[in-house]
């Protein structure tokens, strides 16, 4: 079964600075990935989505992701971050054919500072 | 149109009692997944079904947990004889099919404390 692993627990950046959420994933196949982000009190909305193809991805609110095939990695990135940013961010991994599809990362909380 | 919906938002209860969390997946979407998310920790797999199959319980921690989806639709999430390692907030999914690359839409949870 596939497997996400999302080493930082927390990050706190400045406002307008740079960001790098990271993202492994154990999968023996292509994987199917995800980058959802969850604001206090709400469910999780989906930022962006590699399937195949251009293993650069954009997003909504100015994100992107990478998928790095030979580090089995999916990082999300943003060039300057807003305070609007702060949330949970949880990187996900789906595979086609397994009947349970979707395995989330313990998830990265991003703190903003002014 | 209408996103997940689910209820209550909060419920506390005490330890020993029965719960049920309700979700309304968006319409049309044959799969829902039920999640568990504990303070600092990712997303829990409960349970998901996919329209009439049987559901994939293999998340389910205990046989005090149970699911059910009556008419494809509407699902509700039983717990008995709560304890208090069950205070979560409890994540309601839907997707238009069972399949890896399908975007799940999330509910906004209902939190659930055990006193």
């Known amino acids: 079964a596939q497997s996400v692993t999302q080493p930082d627990i927390h990050i706190t950046v400045s406002e307008g600075a740079s960001l790098e959420l990271r993202c492994n994933y154990s999968?023996?196949?292509?994987?199917?990935l995800f980058w959802y982000v969850q604001s206090p009190g709400q469910g999780l909305q989906l930022l962006l989505k590699y399937f195949s193809g251009d293993t650069l991805v954009q997003g909504i609110k100015g994100f992107e992701a990478e998928f790095k095939r030979s580090q089995s990695s999916f990082n999300l990135r943003k060039p300057s971050v807003h305070w609007s940013d702060a949330a949970e961010y949880f990187c996900?991994?789906?595979?086609?054919?397994?009947?349970?599809?979707?395995?989330f990362g313990a998830g990265t909380r991003l703190t903003v500072k002014p | 149109g209408a996103g997940v919906s689910q209820s209550p938002s909060n419920k506390v209860t005490e330890k020993g009692k029965d719960v049920e969390l309700r979700c309304d997946p968006i319409?049309?979407?044959?799969?829902l997944y039920w999640y568990r998310q504990s303070l600092g920790q990712g997303l829990e797999f409960l349970i998901y079904?996919?329209?009439?199959?049987?559901?994939?319980k293999s998340g389910l921690p205990s046989d005090r947990f149970s699911a059910e989806r009556t008419g494809g639709s509407v699902s509700t999430l039983t717990i008995q004889r709560t304890q208090q390692e069950d205070s979560a907030v409890y994540l309601c999914?839907?997707?238009?099919?069972?399949?890896?690359?399908?975007?799940?839409?999330f509910g906004p949870g209902t939190r659930l404390t055990v006193l």
């Open positions: 999914a839907s997707s238009f099919r069972l399949a890896g690359n399908n975007e799940q839409f």
């Open positions: 999968y023996g196949a292509t994987p199917y």
């Open positions: 996900a991994v789906g595979a086609l054919y397994n009947n349970n599809d979707m395995r």
């Open positions: 319409s049309g979407h044959t799969a």
């Open positions: 079904f996919q329209g009439n199959s049987a559901p994939d």
